[in-house]
Structures are given as structure tokens and as C-alpha cells.
């Protein structure tokens, strides 16, 4: 198991500053407050010149109107917005459900969305939740385009990012190492002496930096590079089975697939089958995310186990603790990773 690292000092990743104010735009804009309300809520009441030099400073401090009624910012919704990339698959349904259950403890209700894996997508969804001021919001990884950092740090609301891990999180972060646990999962199948390796792997960027461990550690061990195959996030069964195929079409002699998704691993694990290659004997297989069937299935597929309801439960904490007044001592958290090693290797 990945050891996390020590946790960064509070005093560098906490974040006291309050939400950006409609003064803080007037007086950048050189304006009145009236004159920036106007220009936002009834832009036809002023100038052209006038709506530039607002948008100007809204753009610039990332300021987002406060939409809910009254605009009473002491009033708590007691709502936290959750953003996954994708609700059609398993491997996030386990931190959501722990995060869920452990808000409601705190007297919190969860909203969830779904950002897909383009980050426009995830823009338009911040603009709308941070302008109705939630109590939380939960972030799927760390990369965030620059106007969603804005808007987020602009905001004043405790933020905690997930899956993924940075030196400069937003606020706070509950997430792991994805370069680490590629390199890991390359060393493990080194053990089990596979030396012609391969990664099918999806293309969203926490399964890029674990391809980027993957060949990394490859290269040092003295391995020639593995053999790559890339496709679009989420990933299917079907992927993994044409993946498979086009990887032995391009080198026939690998003996070890590491794939992005436990889905992906599941249809090379088809193919292999169909194809009369014998797991693991002629081509070991390793998955990522420890999803229902990974024990079950035949041959077990090894894989590697995010702890979900850990990551759920400690985002929870920390977001009810930061929208409560209560200290945080560790606001960014690496609970690292376990490799489960089945049959498939």
C-alpha cells in the first residue's frame, strides 16, 4: 500500500478569506455599487462602456452573484453540491454514498452532478452553484480551468477536491497519488516477472498520470517502454475488448495488460478468453477501482482498491466542519491506495 505523505501545514492550504463582494467589484471597476448591480441584473440601464469595465473586474476577481433569495448571506443552506464525472458507472457511487450519509449525520443534504470529463462542462456547473451559495461543493480531481479556479476561489466556500493530488489545492483535498500508484502496480507485475508490459487506459487526466507512473517505472526497472493503447473516458467492456485487439496486433508478445478501469480489464479478459489466451499463464491483467465483480468474475481479477467510504467520509468532515466555524487541522488528506492481487496475476 501507497503510504500517504505528511499533510501540508493548515496555515498554508486553509482558506479564511470570505467571498469576493459587490464593493470589492465596484471599486475595481471604479464604479458605484449600484451601477455594477445594474449592470449585472439590468445591463440595458447603463452605458456599453460601463458593462465592460464591470465584467472587467467580475472576470478578474471571479465574482459570482449571490442567487439565493434575499441574497441573505448568513442564512446556511445546509446543501453541499457534489460534481463526479460520471454517474454511469460504479467506481464513484461508493465515496458518493459515503459522503451523502455522512452529511446527513451533520444535518446536511447532497446534490449531485454530473461534469463529465470536459472541464466547459464543469464551468457551467460552477457558475450556477456557486452563484446559489451551498454550504460545500465536492470536486472530483484538481484540474480546473482557470475560470473555474477563479469562481472557486472567489467564492468564500469551503471547497474539497477528490481523487486526485496537488501541491496547491484550491482549499482542501481528500484524494491520492496517481503517478505513485501507476509506478506500484508497473513493480508489482515486475514481481510476478512480466517483462513485455502494455496500458490500455482511458484518456481523462487522472488515468494519463497513472500511464505516466506506468511507463516510468518501466524505463527504470529496464523494461522496454510498454505498449500503449489510449481511448476516451468513461471506459466500457467493449473498449477493453478492441483494445486488446489492438494491442496484440501491434505487439503480439506482451504478457501483462495494466488497464485504466476495471471495466477496461474486464473485457480484455473476454477477448483473452475468446481468443484461447490463458490468464494469467500467457497475459496477466490488472484492473484499477476493486468494482463489484473484480472478486467474482473468472479468473479474479487483480486490480487496485481506492477506499471510497474513507474518501467520502473525511470530504464530509471536512466540509461540515469548514461551513460550521470549527477548525481544520488537516485540510488536505492522501489516503493512498491498496494493490489486490488476484488471479488475473
Known amino acids: 500500500m501507497h503510504a500517504p505523505d505528511p499533510a501540508h501545514p493548515a496555515s498554508l492550504l486553509g482558506r479564511d478569506r470570505p467571498a469576493v463582494t459587490l464593493r470589492e467589484v465596484a471599486e475595481r471597476a471604479g464604479v458605484s455599487m449600484i451601477t455594477v448591480s445594474r449592470a449585472i441584473n439590468t445591463p440595458q440601464q ?23 433569495a434575499g441574497g441573505l448571506r448568513s442564512a446556511r443552506s445546509h446543501v453541499v453540491t457534489a460534481l463526479v ?52 461543493i ?5 484540474m480546473h480551468s482557470p475560470e473555474g479556479r477563479r469562481l472557486l476561489t472567489a467564492s468564500g466556500i469551503p471547497i ?26 508497473c513493480e508489482h507485475l515486475f514481481t510476478k516477472e512480466r517483462r513485455r508490459l502494455a496500458l490500455l487506459s482511458g484518456g481523462d487526466e487522472r488515468a494519463a498520470r497513472r500511464a505516466r507512473g506506468f511507463e516510468a517505472a518501466a524505463l527504470r ?9 489510449l481511448g476516451k ?49 500467457q497475459l496477466a491483467v490488472m484492473g484499477f477501482g476493486d468494482i463489484d465483480f473484480a ?22 468532515q471536512l466540509i461540515a466542519d469548514r461551513a460550521e466555524g470549527q477548525p481544520v487541522s488537516e485540510p488536505v488528506v492522501d489516503i493512498g491506495f491498496s494493490i489486490i492481487e488476484r488471479d488475473s496475476t
Request: proline share 6%.
Open 85 to 136: 464525472p460520471t454517474l454511469t458507472g460504479p467506481l464513484f457511487g461508493e465515496m458518493v454514498q459515503a459522503l451523502t450519509e455522512a452529511l446527513e449525520l451533520r444535518g446536511f443534504q447532497v446534490m449531485l452532478g454530473q461534469v463529465g470529463y470536459a472541464r466547459s462542462r464543469e464551468d457551467e456547473l460552477l457558475r450556477a452553484i456557486v452563484g446559489r451559495r451551498p454550504d460545500g
Open 46 to 68: 447603463v452605458s456599453e462602456r460601463t458593462r465592460e469595465r464591470v465584467q472587467e473586474a467580475v472576470s478578474a476577481l471571479g465574482y459570482v452573484p449571490n442567487l439565493v
Open 138 to 142: 465536492v470536486l472530483t480531481g484538481v
Open 221 to 229: 526497472l529496464g523494461l522496454r517502454p510498454p505498449a500503449v493503447r
Open 295 to 316: 472478486q467474482t468474475v473468472s479468473p479474479s481479477l487483480s486490480t487496485v482498491r481506492i477506499d471510497g467510504t474513507r474518501m467520502g467520509q473525511t470530504a464530509a
Open 233 to 281: 473516458s468513461p471506459t466500457t467492456h467493449a473498449d477493453g475488448r478492441k483494445g486488446l485487439v489492438a494491442l496484440l496486433t501491434d505487439t503480439p508478445d506482451i504478457d501483462a495488460v495494466f488497464c485504466s478501469s476495471d471495466m477496461l480489464a474486464l473485457g480484455v479478459l473476454t477477448e483473452a478468453r475468446v481468443r484461447g489466451i490463458a490468464v494469467p499463464d
Open 160 to 185: 474539497v477536491e477528490t481523487w486526485d493530488f496537488t501541491d496547491t489545492p484550491i482549499d482542501m483535498l481528500v484524494g491520492l497519488r496517481h503517478e505513485a500508484l501507476g509506478a506500484a502496480v
